[in-house]
């Protein structure tokens, strides 16, 4: 068979006698997608010479054939995901599940309340609904700034507490106690009811979150009535 064939794109492929059917296959062969190219390739394309061999046509076409396959597969992939109309697809009796991990930053004094939402759409049959879920969360302060606030709160408090006594110099006596170490009781027992208070009768009945405020409030109350609160203890431990 004699004579020439033009392509799609203009290329022009010799039919003479030295040309067998499968170059012929080969010029009509239609690409689809990047496994006709991978077969293509394959097909008609022999493997690239050794290193040491000069490079020829055939090597150079088979290079520039192989750039267009990867080409074809990037393609593929943007149009796979602008393509996609949901994240799956639930069969009857099955379920799906996907998990957020949501970071939030701590505040340093107050808590902070977020409003976190979900909205999605689905499809039931022909039929597209929509459903919405939300959830409040707070975030408490870090915990060692109301620490802080609860230990310089105790000293206030065992220092207002020596000035509302009969002595008659308050300050002198706050640094005699701290010499001694008694000055700090306070502090101690205002930092260990403060972190457990949540988990008592009296921390699960007041509605005060955990803040600056409920840190200042045990703080001070400590301070003004440590000698109270370790007798107390005394007497629940047998001591």
């Known amino acids: 068979m004699k004579g020439l064939l033009t392509g799609i794109g203009g290329e022009v492929f010799d039919l003479s006698d030295d ?10 062969f239609k690409i689809e997608s990047s496994e006709d190219a991978d077969l293509a390739l394959k097909k008609w394309f022999t493997p690239s010479a050794p290193e040491q061999s000069p490079p020829n046509d055939e090597d150079t076409l088979r290079s520039i054939f192989e750039a267009k396959i990867d ?5 593929e992939a943007k149009v796979t995901e602008t393509d996609s109309t949901g994240l799956t697809t639930i069969e009857p ?12 930053r701590r505040p340093a004094l107050e808590p902070r309340k977020y409003q976190l939402g979900f909205e999605g759409e689905y499809e039931a049959g022909e039929a597209q609904r929509t459903i919405s879920v939300a959830t409040h969360l707070q975030i408490s302060p870090y915990p060692l700034s109301l620490n802080l606030v609860v230990i310089v709160a105790a000293l206030l408090g065992a220092f207002v507490r020596e000035a509302l006594s009969d002595i008659s110099n308050p300050l002198q006596e706050t640094f005699l106690q ?16 403060f972190n457990a208070y949540e988990y008592t009768s009296l921390g699960k009945g007041l509605t005060m979150a955990v803040s600056w405020r409920s840190a200042l409030l045990i703080g001070t109350l400590c301070g003004l ?14 001591v």
Do not use: E, H, W
């Not at 040309?19 to 009509?28: C, E, I, K, P």
């Not at 009796?93 to 939030?104: A, D, E, L, M």
């Open 178 to 193: 701290a010499n001694n170490g008694k000055l700090f009781v306070g502090p101690i027992v205002a930092l260990v009811f």
């Open 19 to 28: 040309r067998d059917d499968d170059s012929l296959a080969g010029a009509l």
């Open 225 to 238: 009535a440590d000698d109270r609160i370790v007798s107390a203890l005394k007497a629940l431990i047998g």
């Open 93 to 104: 009796g099955s379920s799906f599940v996907r998990t957020y991990v949501v970071k939030f």
């Open 71 to 75: 080409q074809l597969r990037r393609v």
